[in-house]
């Protein structure tokens, strides 16, 4: 059975920073590309980060990049993101995501992935 299982959310001050973990299991980890989207209250899901299997690249979007980093750990089936420098326009509800097919190019399209957590809620305050 695919689990992933995302958390570290929290309230944070603007400029703050945080870390999410997703803890997977059931698959093969070090095969499949990574991410994170977000999806802030009434909002339609928004990509965040991605990451392919070998973490040999990362992709990150516009209103994100050079804040969040995106990391993996394959030998503990463990994803992250690192947040700094947080707004508040990233409050949002996180989910860590695995992308169809493994050894496959990562996507940015929520519908390109099978597997979401079950999310980890950033709140971050002027």
């Known amino acids: 059975q695919v689990l992933l299982v995302d958390s570290g959310g929290g309230l944070v001050q603007a400029g703050g920073s945080l870390r999410l973990s997703c803890v997977t299991r059931?698959?093969?980890?070090?095969?499949?590309?990574m991410g994170w989207f977000r999806q802030a209250p009434g909002k339609e899901r928004e990509f965040v980060a991605a990451?392919?299997?070998?973490?040999?690249?990362?992709y990150y979007a516009d209103s994100v990049k050079g804040r969040f980093t995106i990391s993996r750990e394959n030998s503990n089936n463990t994803l992250w993101l690192q947040m700094n420098r947080l707004k508040p326009e990233d409050t949002a509800t996180y989910y860590c995501?695995?992308?169809?097919?493994?050894?496959?190019?990562?996507?940015?399209?929520?519908?390109?992935?099978?597997?979401w957590g079950q999310g980890t809620q950033v709140t971050v305050s002027t």
């Open positions: 990451i392919s299997y070998s973490a040999g690249s990362t």
């Open positions: 995501v695995r992308k169809k097919g493994s050894f496959s190019y990562y996507s940015t399209d929520p519908y390109d992935h099978d597997y």
């Open positions: 059931g698959f093969i980890f070090k095969t499949y590309a």
